[in-house]
């Protein structure tokens, strides 16, 4: 699986993406705003990590894909379709970008593909998005793609110790626009 857009690449993690991976976790800015991505990282999380990944997809469960920056060829993030239900035909969407890549509209563009992935390939009808209401890079990312903010999930999770609110933002498959192949 390889998916080209006009700044990144999407494809499977691979063993040796381990050091890059530890290195994007290394300021605690992912773990702090994602749900099971511990801190300190360790390069045992990360193996741990990659192979569990292989072992999701083949079952079906949940589609994750490291997100590769064209312009220096590394690894910059990943983005995953999670919790992939294919009965009801709904999934839910995450991603984390290394600092030093974020703000370039590398995360929109990976989004924008694992949408494709998700609602042509997969045949999925609805992805969803939840995000902690503080967390506001990741709301502008999912509005900028589309997703509807559809309410407020109140004191849901328990992040660093205290119950947080989370948005839930979701995107049905008539409301979803492919990327045209002049923006890629
Ligand atoms: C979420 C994430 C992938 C977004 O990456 P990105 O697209 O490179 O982020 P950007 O810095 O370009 O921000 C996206 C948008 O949010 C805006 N934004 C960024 N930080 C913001 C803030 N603190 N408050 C308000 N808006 C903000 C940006 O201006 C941009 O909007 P624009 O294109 O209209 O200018 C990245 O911030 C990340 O990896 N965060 C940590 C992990 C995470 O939060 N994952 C999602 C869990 S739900």
Redesign the pocket.
């Given at each position: 699986m390889k998916l080209e857009g006009a700044a990144v690449v999407l494809r499977a993690f691979k063993p040796s993406d381990a050091p890059a991976v530890c290195a994007a976790m290394k300021d605690g800015?992912?773990a702090?705003?994602?749900l099971y991505i511990p801190w300190p990282y360790k390069k045992k999380d990360a193996v741990k990590f990659i192979r569990s990944r292989k072992t999701r997809w083949r079952k079906g469960k949940d589609y994750c894909l490291a997100v590769v920056c064209k312009e220096d060829g590394r690894l910059a993030?990943s983005v995953s379709l999670l919790r992939v239900d294919k009965k009801h035909k709904v999934a839910e969407m995450?991603?984390?970008?290394?600092?030093r890549?974020?703000?370039?509209?590398?995360?929109?563009e990976a989004v924008a593909l694992l949408l494709g992935l998700g609602f042509k390939k997969l045949g999925m009808e609805k992805i969803r998005?939840?995000?902690?209401a503080e967390?506001?890079?990741?709301?502008?990312?999912l509005e900028?793609k589309g997703f509807k903010r559809e309410g407020l999930l109140r004191k849901d999770l328990v992040k660093r110790g205290k119950r947080r609110d989370l948005i839930a933002y979701g995107l049905l498959k008539r409301e979803y626009k492919p990327l045209k192949a002049r923006e890629r």
């Amino acid at each position: 699986m390889k998916l080209e857009g006009a700044a990144v690449v999407l494809r499977a993690f691979k063993p040796s993406d381990a050091p890059a991976v530890c290195a994007a976790m290394k300021d605690g800015s992912v773990a702090r705003w994602t749900l099971y991505i511990p801190w300190p990282y360790k390069k045992k999380d990360a193996v741990k990590f990659i192979r569990s990944r292989k072992t999701r997809w083949r079952k079906g469960k949940d589609y994750c894909l490291a997100v590769v920056c064209k312009e220096d060829g590394r690894l910059a993030g990943s983005v995953s379709l999670l919790r992939v239900d294919k009965k009801h035909k709904v999934a839910e969407m995450g991603y984390w970008l290394g600092a030093r890549y974020r703000g370039k509209g590398l995360a929109a563009e990976a989004v924008a593909l694992l949408l494709g992935l998700g609602f042509k390939k997969l045949g999925m009808e609805k992805i969803r998005g939840h995000v902690f209401a503080e967390n506001r890079a990741s709301q502008r990312l999912l509005e900028k793609k589309g997703f509807k903010r559809e309410g407020l999930l109140r004191k849901d999770l328990v992040k660093r110790g205290k119950r947080r609110d989370l948005i839930a933002y979701g995107l049905l498959k008539r409301e979803y626009k492919p990327l045209k192949a002049r923006e890629r």
